[in-house]
């Protein structure tokens, strides 16, 4: 293998510059010397390239060897991983217990809750140190999370006097796969239309992969399902690759939501560093900068929650975090607005979603922008039959008529009631939360149609005519090319051209020349495509049949 | 400019696909894309002088003519593959 790259290299190296040198001088094509000058440039700048990096090969070697103390210092990091994020899980709940104490909360839950956090808090430590399963590590983590919403469900129901989603009583059964239990009959009722979780998350496909969390590695590759009941969502990531899932909760009572995006954040800052962690083994190059950002995103989410840096200072103070924390910290960036972007149809497959046109998206959007500006009354249908399969196209256009696919009558209303049932109808009966943030759902019909990372590129291959291709035109900006020539003379010179495109030559002017109805471009193609096809086929039979044998 | 045009869709659909999840600085992936639209630029421009959909399709039918010998046996080899 070696050896014939070896070869490879020596005979592009030596014998290719030597045929192109011969070529351009026995046959003396200006073209052909020309490729031989640039070929030779490349080979002198290589060979100057390769003398430097060996002048320098000390300093290289320094560098990699320091990128590599750097990689596993981090690799060592992993092992105060839990230390760490029972650190942050314990200023999730200092910060829980301030809220306690300033009354937002009944102060009789308190003490109740601390006995138990701390208890289990002080077992978990343990075992997260011990254990170097994942699946155990994110178990736990789980539990505290629910511990939290239990708290908080008991507090919501003794303050709120509205009926809320009261006495979550969940465990996660540790055969079962994260299994929830829930006492609530309306709760009940809605997992129970989900079914069980391993079953939604492995074989009824509910999920839309998405790119919702930007900066981080391995939120690249996630599904999520989702569920709601009258009170909160209640969202299942399934890292790809990864046996666990990771749970978030959007709460629809705005009394509640504000401490739960601060739960959020924290838990979201926490995940990613954690995951960062686990995946910076695999993944080294991404790992420092990932670290440092979702630390400071994180010191960020809870300095702006109004606990104060020094007290934030000791607690991240483990092993060599602190460093890397106050390296990272010089450039803080805006935590991204994750809260809203996560949405899914709980009984839609993928493919129905796929299956919507971009022509009912646009109709949507259109309908959605419009009344969300005008606060108008738009109508739209979404027709669907028990089964969950879409049983016709349909178009909503700018003035909110619908067309096609209806066999119901259209349902006329208020925006957020419009949404509603549709909702209603996707989610075949299932009742839908009134408060429902329709710009949720726009964003996700507006991913559909954003382009990838390559736009022009594709844009412009969309763009072009295959029938007949346009004659090009090449431009001139004769004020750059006089600032080129005189700017490192005399700066002073005034420039006579104006700062735009001038065209140079402009090819269209071939198409004047017509013969017969054709231009002579017309005529020059089809000449050279005949002589392509001849010559192909005299080398084709050339093959097949040889005019001399080979002897051997 | 069909063939030509499918090919180039085939390969930037390949990396507008794989080049969100390298991680990637955004201004390599803009240079890239600058770039891939000048040359996609250029393929037009050339494709008004020369058939260039022609002229791949002869280098196909040449190297096919060349190689055929290697093709057919990867195509045995497919078959019993398939056949097991």
């Not at chain 1, 808090?121 to 919403?149: H, V």
Request: aromatic share 12%; proline share 3%; net charge negative.
């Amino acid at each position: 293998m070696r050896k014939s790259a070896l070869f490879l290299a020596i005979f592009i190296l030596v014998f290719s510059p030597i045929q192109i040198y011969h070529t351009a001088v026995v046959s003396a094509e200006p073209i052909t010397a020309g490729v031989t000058l640039v070929y030779l440039a490349g080979l002198g700048l290589g060979a100057i390239g390769g003398y430097e990096a060996y002048q320098h090969r000390d300093d290289i070697a320094k560098g990699t060897e320091e990128f590599r103390t750097n990689v596993s210092e981090l690799w060592e990091g992993q092992k105060v991983t839990g230390e760490f994020i029972w650190a942050n899980l314990e200023l999730g709940s200092q910060y829980f217990y301030k809220k306690l104490a300033e009354g937002v909360y009944d102060p009789a839950i308190e003490s109740q809750l601390t006995a138990e956090l701390i208890s289990e808090i002080q077992a978990n430590i343990q075992e997260l140190n011990e254990t170097q399963d994942l699946e155990r590590q994110n178990e736990i983590f789980m539990q505290y999370e629910l511990r939290k919403i239990q708290a908080l469900s008991i507090n919501n129901y003794i303050n709120n006097p509205y009926p809320v989603t009261s006495s979550i009583e969940g465990y996660y059964n540790l055969n079962d796969s994260y299994h929830l239990k829930i006492k609530d009959d309306s709760v009940t009722q809605s997992f129970a239309k989900l079914g069980n979780l391993n079953e939604l998350t492995n074989t009824s496909i509910k999920m839309v992969a998405t790119n919702e969390i930007e900066g981080d590695f391995v939120y690249k590759h996630y599904y999520q399902s989702f569920s709601f009941n009258s009170n909160y969502y209640k969202i299942y990531w399934k890292v790809k690759g990864y046996n666990g899932y990771f749970t978030d909760y959007k709460f629809e009572n705005e009394s509640i939501n504000g401490i739960n995006v601060t739960f959020y954040k924290l838990k979201s800052a926490v995940n990613s560093t954690y995951d960062t962690m686990h995946y910076s083994s695999y993944y080294p190059s991404h790992s420092s900068e990932k670290i440092t950002d979702n630390l400071n995103l994180l010191k960020d989410a809870l300095i702006s929650e109004g606990i104060s840096s020094s007290y934030l200072d000791g607690i991240l103070d483990f092993g060599g975090f602190q460093e890397v924390f106050n390296l990272g910290f010089t450039g803080s960036k805006v935590y991204p607005s994750i809260l809203n972007t996560t949405v899914a149809f709980p009984n839609l497959s993928l493919e129905d979603l796929q299956s919507i046109s971009n022509d009912d998206v646009q109709g949507f959007v259109v309908a959605i922008d419009d009344a969300l500006v005008n606060d108008e009354t738009v109508d739209v249908v979404i027709d669907y039959d028990g089964s969950n399969v879409k049983v016709g196209d349909v178009t909503v256009d700018e003035n909110g008529n619908v067309d096609g696919g209806t066999t119901n009558p259209p349902i006329n209303g208020e925006l957020t009631e419009t949404v509603n049932n549709i909702y209603n109808e996707i989610n075949n009966g299932n009742n839908m939360d009134p408060n429902f943030d329709p710009t949720m759902i726009k964003d996700k019909f507006e991913e559909k149609l954003n382009l990838g990372a390559l736009k022009n590129a594709l844009e412009r291959l969309n763009n072009i005519n295959t029938e007949k291709g346009a004659p090009p035109v090449i431009y001139l900006n004769l004020n750059k090319l006089f600032n080129a020539g005189t700017s490192e003379i005399n700066p002073n010179v005034q420039n006579p051209f104006a700062n735009e495109d001038t065209v140079f030559i402009d090819f269209g002017i071939l198409e004047t020349f017509t013969f017969g109805g054709y231009s002579l471009v017309d005529y020059f193609r089809t000449l050279i495509a005949a002589g392509f096809i001849w010559t192909t086929l005299l080398y084709v039979w050339g093959k097949i049949v040889p005019n001399k044998v080979v002897s051997r | 400019m069909v063939v030509i045009n499918k090919i180039m869709e085939f390969i930037i659909g390949l990396l507008d696909t794989l080049l969100p999840t390298l991680n990637l600085p955004d201004d390599f992936i803009t240079a890239l894309d600058s770039g891939i639209t000048v040359i996609i630029g250029l393929l037009e421009g050339a494709n008004y002088f020369l058939p260039l959909d022609v002229l791949v399709i002869c280098f196909t039918v040449m190297l096919i003519a060349d190689n055929f010998t290697l093709i057919m046996r990867i195509g045995q080899w497919v078959i019993e593959l398939v056949r097991g």
